[in-house]
Nanobody, 123 residues
């Protein structure tokens, strides 16, 4: 079993930055791929970014390319999502998820999910 806890969300003005963290515990977190997803009001949950177990491979949705960066520190069992140049349309609940396999953009591939952290970007 894996437990995931997101942190770092909050209220920020457009153009600002936030760094989200996903702390994992339980099963060896460093062996798992991790993805970030977001769920905005009135929309479906969407893929944001993913990273494989050792950080060598990252993958981004088009919406995040150039202003989101995913990284991990396996010594701290934590995956980060650095979000720069935030826009009001980035407002959503952000979730991290862990996958025993290679990760990627498909939500159904992920085995474990956190509870989410709210990000609100004001204009």
């Amino acid at each position: 079993q894996v437990q995931l806890v997101e942190s770092g969300g909050g209220l920020v003005q457009a153009g600002g930055s936030l760094r989200l963290a996903c702390a994992g515990s339980g099963r060896t977190f460093s062996n798992l791929a991790v993805g970030w997803f977001r769920h905005a009001p009135g929309k479906e949950r969407d893929f944001v970014a993913s990273i494989n177990w050792n950080g060598a491979n990252t993958y981004y949705a088009d919406s995040g390319k150039g202003h989101f960066t995913i990284s991990r520190d396996n010594a701290k069992n934590t995956v980060y999502l650095q979000m720069n140049s935030l826009k009001p349309e980035d407002t959503a609940v952000y979730y991290c998820a862990a996958d025993i396999g290679p990760g990627g953009s498909r939500m159904d591939l992920y085995d474990y999910w956190g509870q989410g952290t709210q990000v609100t970007v004001s204009s």
